[in-house]
């Protein structure tokens, strides 16, 4: 019953009031003003439960709309988990291609490794010509130290040197990280790119290069955007530069002789015995030179160890200059060097033990030393076939034993067995 039938059913009973008899139309008022207080009280308990309901269902639309708001954020935050997720993982297969990196040489090979796995139309490198030049393949740009020091500040300006992010045609100087002959050029400069500065690990405040990823997006790389990632690999790939660097520095001080630049009897017998063994599958010939100086004692002697050493220098760096690029070549040891000749047979091997011991005699000893003396100089070169199971000892024994023959003038080479 809703609140104006009530009212009725009241107007009702005191319309039938005036019939009751006097004697009970008393009682029967009361009853009616009982009756009216009881509909009165469920017409407060109803407006209550009405005033509870809309309450209710403003609290149930709130809530509709804060699930929806939250599975929004739901959706928003799985979306940036998926991506940091994706991201974490293209960072780290690029930090495992960096930190696979055994050599300098790999880096033209290992850029577009890069490239790939993190996505970029282009990455440019460059660094510091007096730590890294010596080491690098062509193609990888150094600069002096000097010219560093001034270019990188105008990209990561002090005191922060934080990365530079942004349009790429802004870069104070592009053409440092993008070559200008790169085919995409053009379309690279109108998009957006990430510049940090490479950093030595043992001095955090010097420079040692900078790396820098370009892409045609001009909104991939924007100041709001996060780097955090991008940062912690070029800390990283900046650190794997410098130990491969200081590897590959201590590598060649072990194998390279100090005095002439050739290598030493280290790298003979590191890399000599896999050529022999190769050469020995695969039926290749190989010959073995043993270049000893004549008079060389006399240069020494007369004109002191100085002038020798400048002597021994200059003749390694001409028989270097007259071997072939997959030759090996070595100082042994005073005045004595040795070459290991691959696919080559005695034909071949006196044909370059001739030049050799050309190239020694027409070295110019007063030029050579800066002193005025009538000293000359020659070579005696001993030659040896590498014969079926022989080790590299062996082969360099009888090329030694051959270059006393041919000392004493007895310049016919041994036969192969």
Known sequence: MNTRDASNLVERL???ARHVPQKARNIFLKEIEVLQNEIAALNRRAAEHLHACRVLEDETLLLRSRAAKLAQTRRR????????????????EAIK??????????????IPSLKNTLGV????????????????????????GRDLSRQIPKLLPPPSGRPFLGAARSMPDPSLLLDPAHPDHIRLLGGSCFVCGLRDKFQRDRIIGAVAFFDPDP????????????EHFCEILSSD??????????DRERTIDELTGAPNRAYLTRHAPRMLEFSGRKGFPVCALFIDLDRFKAINDTLGHEAGDRVLAAVATRLKNVMRRYDIFARLGGDEFVAVLPDTDLPEAET?????RQTVAELDMAETTGLNTPLTMSASVGIARLMPGENLDDLIRRADADMYADKRGDNSPESPA
């Not at 291609?97 to 290992?110: D, F, K, N, Q, T």
């Not at 282009?122 to 740009?141: D, M």
């Not at 370059?352 to 050799?356: G, K, M, N, Q, V």
């Open 14 to 16: 005191l319309g039938l």
């Open 77 to 92: 935050l799985l979306e940036h988990l998926r991506r940091d997720t994706a991201s974490f993982r293209k960072f780290r």
């Open 97 to 110: 291609i960096s930190r696979g990196m055994r050599s300098l040489s790999e880096l033209p090979a290992l």
């Open 121 to 144: 139309a282009e990455i440019g490198l460059v660094l510091c010509a007096e730590e890294f030049a010596e080491y690098l393949p062509r193609g990888i740009t150094s600069l002096p």
């Open 219 to 230: 909104g991939r790389y924007t100041p709001d955007k996060a780097t955090d990632f991008l």
């Open 241 to 250: 530069l410098v130990n491969v660097r200081d590897h590959e520095k201590l």
């Open 352 to 356: 370059l033990s001739e030049r050799i």
